[in-house]
């Protein structure tokens, strides 16, 4: 059992009025609020400790380092990843695929095939887009059913030994679904592809087991666990870092320059060129401890009871449809009212001060799929409550009034 009370004083933003209205916020699947503790730590890394790091002899950039290090000692731990120098920091989940993509333009013959799903986010579509231009390479799509889940036999029959990576979010962003990414994965490995899991949306929800899963890569960003924007990690397992040639060069990535040639620091390095965001990555893992201090089982089992409140709260608006009804989802309700725009249902219900997402998610293929422009999307976090469910619902049941 969560204690809603304390954690909600953990975060300041939630005390404040938006609009005149007391804050309710919705939109946790675009960013998460950040908890005091995190706020504190941002502070005394920069009133205490800031230095570069990997540099200086001085304390200072000791300190830094040591920290830096620490906090990818942290996530190595929470992913359950064998090695630390499987962690890379990056800037969030976009810059993790992008990475890993442009590693795979060295590695792929004209006619290999990447396969996505048909529900991914934007930054799971376009980077592998652009390497397949690079390379000639063809990208497929597995298809997904009627209520949100991709269709398992369509995926088996796109399987082939032409495939060289598969890529699929772990939740649907647009639609709440949770992905079967242990049966995506051993699948995969069976025609010899490597699999990249796009966990942005999975990781403020569940622990996941990078060893357990088998993935190759694992990304996510750091603002949807509650860390700093422009921070994330991408999980490679050593033997694919070891093969995929650095993104960026730069500063820090190498062991020896000359102009004649280059050679590469040894993981985690190669993959981290120049000055990175220092305070950022300390303080993901100051999140990523806050986070597992409350548990992510008590997290999932009280959003889930979110989601089941908030459905059936839902369904009872006429003309209400959602999209998105997977067996296996998380907190996330994406929907529409009979014809009504989402961006203006979006608007009026801020007015109330209830903040929730309105348009296409970055998943254009999601609404086209669905035949709707865009949906209005409710996206929960363990600090929110039912209460905040029934004010959202009254303010939806005064905007459909208003707006019919
Ligand atoms: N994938 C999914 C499933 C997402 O929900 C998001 C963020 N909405 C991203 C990727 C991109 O994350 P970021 O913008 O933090 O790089």
Same mark, same amino acid.
Request: glycine residues 8%.
């Given at each position: 059992? +969560?204690?809603?009370?304390?954690?909600?004083?953990?975060?300041?933003?939630? @005390?404040?009025?938006?609009?005149?209205? !007391?804050?309710?916020?919705?939109?946790? /699947?675009? @960013?998460?609020?950040?908890?005091?503790?995190?706020? #504190?730590?941002?502070?005394?890394?920069?009133? =205490?400790?800031?230095?570069?790091?990997?540099?200086?002899?001085?304390?200072?950039?000791?300190?830094? @380092?040591?920290?830096?290090?620490?906090?990818?000692?942290?996530?190595?731990?929470?992913?359950?990843?064998?090695?630390?120098?499987?962690?890379?920091?990056?800037?969030?989940?976009?810059?993790? $695929?992008?990475?890993?993509?442009?590693?795979?333009?060295?590695?792929?013959?004209? %006619?290999? *095939?990447?396969?996505?799903?048909?529900?991914?986010?934007?930054?799971?579509?376009?980077?592998?887009?652009?390497?397949?231009?690079?390379?000639?390479?063809?990208?497929?799509?597995?298809?997904?059913?009627?209520?949100?889940?991709?269709?398992?036999?369509?995926?088996?029959?796109?399987?082939?030994?032409?495939?060289?990576?598969?890529?699929?979010?772990?939740?649907?962003?647009?639609? %709440?679904?949770?992905?079967?990414?242990?049966?995506?994965?051993?699948?995969?490995?069976? &025609?010899?592809?490597?699999?990249? $899991?796009?966990?942005?949306?999975?990781?403020?929800?569940?622990? !996941?087991?990078?060893?357990?899963?088998?993935?190759?890569?694992?990304?996510?960003?750091?603002?949807?666990?509650?860390?700093?924007?422009?921070?994330?990690?991408?999980?490679?397992?050593?033997?694919?870092?070891?093969?995929?040639? !650095?993104?960026?060069?730069?500063?820090?990535?190498?062991?020896?320059?000359?102009?004649?040639?280059?050679?590469?620091?040894?993981?985690?390095?190669?993959?981290?060129? /120049?000055?990175?965001?220092?305070?950022?990555?300390?303080?993901?893992?100051?999140?990523?401890?806050?986070?597992?201090?409350?548990?992510?089982?008590?997290?999932?089992?009280?959003?889930?009871? +979110?989601?089941?409140?908030?459905?059936?709260?839902? =369904?009872?608006? *006429? %003309? +209400?449809?959602?999209?998105?009804?997977?067996?296996?989802?998380?907190?996330?309700?994406?929907?529409?009212?009979?014809?009504?725009?989402?961006? #203006?249902?979006?608007?009026?219900?801020?007015?109330?001060?209830?903040?929730?997402?309105?348009?296409?998610?970055?998943?254009?293929?999601?609404?086209?799929?669905? %035949?709707?422009?865009?949906?209005?999307?409710?996206?929960?976090?363990?600090?929110?409550?039912?209460?905040?469910?029934?004010?959202? &619902?009254?303010?939806?049941?005064?905007?459909?009034?208003?707006?019919?």
């Amino acid at each position: 059992m +969560l204690d809603l009370q304390k954690i909600r004083a953990d975060f300041p933003i939630l @005390t404040q009025k938006v609009n005149g209205k !007391p804050l309710v916020y919705f939109d946790n /699947g675009a @960013t998460a609020q950040k908890p005091q503790v995190v706020l #504190d730590a941002i502070t005394k890394y920069y009133s =205490e400790i800031n230095a570069n790091i990997h540099r200086g002899v001085h304390t200072l950039s000791q300190w830094a @380092t040591d920290a830096y290090e620490e906090s990818r000692g942290k996530i190595q731990k929470h992913l359950n990843a064998k090695h630390a120098h499987e962690i890379i920091f990056t800037a969030g989940t976009t810059h993790g $695929i992008n990475a890993v993509a442009n590693g795979f333009a060295a590695l792929l013959q004209p %006619g290999d *095939e990447i396969l996505v799903s048909a529900m991914e986010h934007h930054s799971n579509i376009v980077p592998w887009q652009m390497l397949c231009e690079r390379t000639g390479a063809v990208l497929k799509v597995i298809p997904m059913n009627e209520k949100g889940e991709l269709i398992r036999s369509e995926y088996e029959v796109l399987l082939s030994e032409k495939t060289k990576i598969v890529t699929v979010n772990h939740i649907s962003n647009a639609l %709440g679904t949770i992905n079967p990414v242990d049966y995506i994965i051993q699948k995969a490995h069976e &025609v010899g592809a490597a699999v990249l $899991i796009d966990g942005a949306q999975a990781t403020p929800h569940l622990k !996941p087991d990078v060893q357990a899963l088998d993935c190759d890569f694992y990304v996510f960003s750091g603002h949807k666990v509650c860390g700093p924007t422009g921070t994330g990690i991408l999980y490679g397992k050593e033997a694919w870092l070891n093969k995929l040639p !650095p993104y960026q060069g730069g500063g820090e990535m190498i062991a020896t320059v000359s102009f004649e040639k280059t050679t590469y620091a040894d993981l985690p390095h190669k993959f981290e060129a /120049g000055t990175p965001n220092i305070a950022g990555g300390i303080v993901l893992g100051t999140a990523i401890d806050y986070l597992n201090e409350i548990g992510f089982e008590a997290i999932a089992a009280y959003e889930h009871e +979110l989601l089941a409140y908030a459905t059936q709260k839902l =369904e009872q608006i *006429e %003309g +209400l449809r959602i999209i998105g009804t997977a067996e296996h989802k998380t907190s996330v309700i994406s929907f529409n009212v009979g014809n009504i725009h989402p961006y #203006d249902i979006g608007t009026i219900v801020d007015k109330l001060g209830i903040a929730v997402r309105t348009g296409h998610h970055c998943a254009q293929p999601v609404m086209d799929f669905f %035949g709707v422009p865009g949906t209005v999307r409710a996206s929960f976090a363990f600090y929110n409550t039912k209460e905040e469910i029934d004010i959202f &619902v009254e303010a939806l049941q005064k905007a459909v009034m208003m707006l019919s």
